[in-house]
């Protein structure tokens, strides 16, 4: 009987070594496709929220076939994959993975090109500053042979630095350090992209214009943005990091005594752009940095330009953080440091939801916000800023604070963390290279 037993003990002692195995093995094969799952999809886990989430949500390329999954590594390649075999620009769903560094200011060769393979004489930078000087030129809008060859010479620069991508795109960095430089991507007239996980860096424009008549005394302005999104809808970008890299706006002289500004936006959204969200980017060494509605006089705008900000980290940035015309914008969790004019722009018809944001070290004490709202009011809620967004007067017709009609908890569900914890969640979270919040 006691033999018996010792072999039934034998038995058992062998099935529940099979057991453990078999069970090893299964958790083992659902790890690993979970993580070509992850890989497959650009997503790390997560998805699209904020107004990205709405209009039937956001998720790039998602259903990509296998064919339609690429991993590049310059510009050729890119252009390869987001184009077909007849020279279009593709709308399939794509998944398109960036390793390394791209440039996009080069030549067929992946030569890096200068201002001197895009000028068109009579045009430089010399002869531009003798003809147009406030003191000759006054205050009449810029005209004749040298404006028109700056002109003509930022167009060749266009067409070499601006990249179209089409609708159902996942662009993801593949690796840490995947990065984009001296390119401007276009997103126009399409839908249902996700850009994940890339540094972007110094859409330089070689040929600023001056503009008599921008301001009081006059301004630069330049052509190109990081990332440009017009007339699109369901865009979301997340754990990006944009910056004017080696060549910052502040390194430039004064011509005229304005800065020789060689940067544009870095992620500008106009003309009826709508369910759009920016989440978890880190915002550096960067003016102008995200404008909402191009113009006081887009009318058209109205009822679209829906758009979330949340847990993106804004450090040593200038203004347009972001600054909004007729959109109706969700700003929360934001953390801001080093802000040297002011965070959030409230232009015309602007109907802003700012929402436990945390504000510290601006240049300016009131440079929370600024109005832009003399051809019609835009108003700001405060709701738990730290600190609290009260009592700033309009440059316009007085307080504009507290007169929003909405409420983002009847779009779409998400949770704020609490005002004073934003800092360390978005030093932590925010940027290219850094880990996916659990």
Same mark, same amino acid.
């Given at each position: 009987?006691?033999?018996?037993?010792?072999?039934?003990?034998?038995?058992?002692?062998?099935?529940?070594?099979?057991?453990? /195995?078999?069970?090893?093995?299964?958790?083992?094969?659902?790890?690993?496709?979970?993580?070509?799952?992850?890989?497959?999809?650009?997503?790390?886990?997560?998805?699209?929220?904020?107004?990205?989430?709405?209009?039937?949500?956001?998720?790039?390329?998602?259903?990509?076939?296998?064919?339609?999954?690429?991993?590049?590594?310059?510009?050729?390649?890119?252009?390869?994959?987001?184009?077909?075999?007849?020279?279009?620009?593709?709308?399939?769903?794509?998944?398109?993975?960036?390793?390394?560094?791209?440039?996009?200011?080069?030549?067929?060769?992946?030569?890096?090109?200068?201002?001197?393979?895009?000028?068109?004489?009579?045009?430089?930078?010399?002869?531009?500053?003798?003809?147009?000087?406030?003191?000759?030129?006054?205050?009449?809008?810029?005209?004749?042979?040298?404006?028109?060859?700056?002109?003509?010479?930022?167009?060749?620069?266009?067409?070499?630095?601006?990249?179209?991508?089409?609708?159902?795109?996942?662009?993801?960095?593949?690796?840490?350090?995947?990065?984009?430089?001296?390119?401007?991507?276009?997103?126009?007239?399409?839908?249902?992209?996700?850009?994940?996980?890339? /540094?972007?860096?110094?859409?330089?424009?070689?040929?600023?214009?001056?503009?008599?008549?921008?301001?009081?005394?006059?301004?630069?302005?330049?052509?190109?943005?990081?990332?440009?999104?017009?007339?699109?809808?369901?865009?979301?970008?997340?754990?990006?990091?944009?910056?004017?890299?080696?060549?910052?706006?502040?390194?430039?002289?004064?011509?005229?005594?304005?800065? =020789?500004?060689?940067?544009?936006?870095?992620?500008?959204? /106009?003309?009826?752009?709508?369910?759009?969200?920016?989440?978890?980017?880190?915002?550096?060494?960067?003016?102008?940095?995200?404008?909402?509605?191009?113009?006081?006089?887009?009318?058209?705008?109205?009822?679209?330009?829906?758009? /979330?900000? =949340?847990?993106?980290?804004?450090?040593?940035?200038?203004?347009?953080?972001?600054?909004?015309?007729?959109?109706?914008?969700?700003?929360?969790?934001?953390?801001?440091?080093?802000?040297?004019?002011?965070?959030?722009?409230?232009?015309?018809?602007?109907?802003?939801?700012?929402?436990?944001?945390?504000?510290?070290?601006?240049?300016?004490?009131?440079?929370?916000?600024?109005?832009?709202?003399?051809?019609?009011?835009?108003?700001?809620?405060?709701?738990?800023?730290?600190?609290?967004?009260?009592?700033?007067?309009?440059?316009?017709?007085?307080? =504009?604070?507290?007169?929003?009609?909405?409420?983002?908890?009847?779009?779409?569900?998400?949770?704020?963390?609490?005002?004073?914890?934003?800092?360390?969640?978005?030093?932590?979270?925010?940027?290219?290279?850094?880990?996916?919040?659990?």
């Amino acid at each position: 009987m006691f033999e018996f037993m010792k072999i039934k003990f034998r038995e058992l002692l062998k099935m529940r070594n099979i057991i453990f /195995t078999f069970l090893t093995y299964l958790s083992i094969t659902a790890l690993v496709f979970f993580l070509i799952g992850a890989v497959k999809t650009g997503y790390s886990g997560s998805k699209a929220d904020g107004y990205a989430s709405m209009n039937g949500g956001t998720a790039g390329g998602s259903k990509a076939a296998k064919n339609n999954i690429f991993t590049v590594a310059n510009k050729a390649e890119l252009l390869k994959a987001l184009y077909n075999a007849n020279g279009e620009l593709s709308d399939d769903p794509k998944i398109i993975y960036i390793s390394g560094v791209i440039d996009i200011c080069v030549d067929g060769n992946n030569k890096p090109l200068t201002e001197k393979d895009f000028i068109v004489s009579p045009y430089t930078l010399e002869s531009y500053i003798e003809a147009y000087s406030p003191e000759k030129w006054g205050k009449k809008n810029v005209t004749g042979d040298i404006e028109s060859a700056r002109k003509e010479s930022q167009k060749n620069l266009a067409k070499n630095i601006m990249v179209k991508i089409g609708s159902n795109t996942t662009l993801i960095g593949k690796d840490k350090g995947a990065k984009i430089i001296h390119g401007n991507l276009m997103l126009e007239k399409v839908s249902n992209i996700i850009i994940k996980n890339i /540094t972007f860096e110094d859409a330089y424009d070689f040929f600023p214009g001056w503009d008599p008549s921008d301001g009081s005394t006059g301004n630069w302005n330049s052509q190109f943005d990081l990332i440009s999104i017009t007339n699109s809808t369901n865009v979301w970008i997340d754990h990006c990091t944009f910056s004017d890299g080696d060549r910052p706006d502040s390194s430039f002289p004064l011509y005229f005594n304005m800065k =020789h500004q060689h940067h544009d936006g870095a992620v500008d959204i /106009t003309r009826q752009s709508n369910f759009i969200t920016l989440s978890y980017n880190y915002f550096t060494n960067h003016d102008k940095t995200s404008l909402i509605g191009s113009s006081d006089n887009a009318s058209q705008d109205s009822g679209n330009l829906k758009v /979330t900000f =949340h847990h993106n980290f804004f450090e040593n940035a200038g203004q347009r953080l972001p600054r909004v015309r007729f959109g109706e914008v969700h700003v929360y969790n934001n953390y801001y440091n080093n802000i040297g004019i002011y965070a959030i722009g409230i232009g015309i018809n602007a109907s802003i939801y700012a929402e436990a944001n945390f504000f510290e070290n601006l240049a300016d004490p009131n440079g929370q916000i600024r109005y832009f709202d003399s051809k019609g009011p835009g108003y700001i809620k405060d709701v738990n800023n730290v600190p609290a967004i009260t009592g700033i007067i309009s440059n316009s017709d007085g307080v =504009h604070t507290g007169s929003v009609n909405w409420n983002p908890k009847t779009r779409y569900k998400y949770k704020a963390d609490r005002a004073n914890d934003v800092k360390n969640i978005c030093t932590l979270y925010a940027g290219a290279d850094k880990p996916e919040r659990q």
